[in-house]
């Protein structure tokens, strides 16, 4: 009896360790191509501001973090750098700085949506029409699937 308790507690959490590995490295496996320096930089050349993403914010973590430069203009959003690994990324625009959870939560129904974060070194994503900087200041990536923080970079 105490020998199959073992087996299956041995079972079950190696059962959990590949279920959170999977879960890790699926985002990883499944990314396309990151675009490479060269469009990075052709995206933001047309940037109307600047930021940067900082390991350093309350909100991030070991598994949680950003860094790099960081373009916005008027059809794009660019960044130059990494944003650790994970699922169902998302990047928002905010009306103003914040660096966790908590402060996202709450002004997540003041924010914009802009798009999926699919790549986790450099990225590029398309602004919608008619997007207006003016109203927002700060860039937020937030983990939909585990309502994450994950990274902010104030840009004006």
């Known amino acids: 009896?105490?020998?199959?308790?073992?087996?299956?507690?041995?079972?079950?959490?190696?059962?959990?360790?590949?279920?959170?590995?999977?879960?890790?490295?699926?985002?990883?496996?499944?990314?396309?191509?990151?675009?490479?320096?060269?469009?990075?930089?052709?995206?933001s050349a047309a940037a109307s501001f600047r930021g940067e993403f900082k390991r350093e914010l309350k909100g991030s973590d070991a598994l949680h973090w950003g860094q790099g430069a960081l373009a916005v203009g008027p059809a794009s959003i660019s960044l130059m750098g990494r944003v650790a690994p994970g699922p169902a990324y998302k990047l928002y625009l905010v009306p103003q700085f914040v660096e966790t959870a908590e402060d996202f939560k709450r002004l997540k129904g003041a924010s914009l949506e802009v798009a999926d974060v699919k790549t986790f070194e450099n990225f590029i994503v398309a602004l919608p029409p008619g997007t207006d900087l003016t109203r927002y200041t700060t860039v937020v990536i937030w983990c939909e699937a585990f309502s994450q923080f994950i990274t902010s970079a104030r840009y004006r």
């Open 1 to 43: 009896m105490k020998r199959l308790l073992i087996l299956s507690l041995t079972h079950l959490l190696v059962l959990a360790a590949g279920a959170a590995l999977g879960i890790y490295l699926l985002p990883i496996l499944a990314a396309p191509p990151a675009p490479g320096a060269a469009e990075v930089q052709a995206a």
